[in-house]
């Protein structure tokens, strides 16, 4: 079982700059894929980012590339997204996520708001 529990959104203005935080519970950390998600209010839920079990392969949504990157401590059991020129449409709850055999998704966290104003 693991836990993954976001952190780091909040309100931030077009051209800003936030960084996510997903904290995951247990011993297997470097054995899952990890990912961010994204879903804004009346919209499905769409791929932002993900990275590989030992970091080395990465990728992103077009909508994100060149403005956000994503990382992962596995010292720490930790993954992080820094989203730098953010814009309104960036505006969404984020959620982390965890997967032994990606794309498929085993756990989900419970979402990080964040809101970027113009």
């Known amino acids: 079982q693991v836990q993954l529990v976001e952190s780091g959104g909040g309100l931030v203005q077009a051209g800003g700059s936030l960084r996510l935080s997903c904290a995951a519970s247990?011993?297997?950390?470097?054995?899952?894929?990890m990912g961010w998600f994204r879903q804004a209010p009346g919209k499905e839920r769409e791929f932002v980012a993900a990275i590989t079990g030992s970091g080395s392969g990465i990728g992103y949504a077009d909508s994100v590339k060149g403005r956000f990157t994503i990382s992962r401590d596995n010292a720490k059991n930790m993954m992080y997204m820094q989203m730098n020129s953010l814009k309104p449409e960036d505006t969404a709850v984020y959620y982390c996520?965890?997967?032994?055999?990606?794309?498929?998704?085993?756990?989900w966290g419970q979402g990080t708001q964040v809101t970027v104003s113009s």
């Open positions: 247990g011993r297997t950390f470097s054995k899952y894929a």
């Open positions: 996520a965890a997967g032994i055999k990606w794309p498929s998704i085993d756990y």
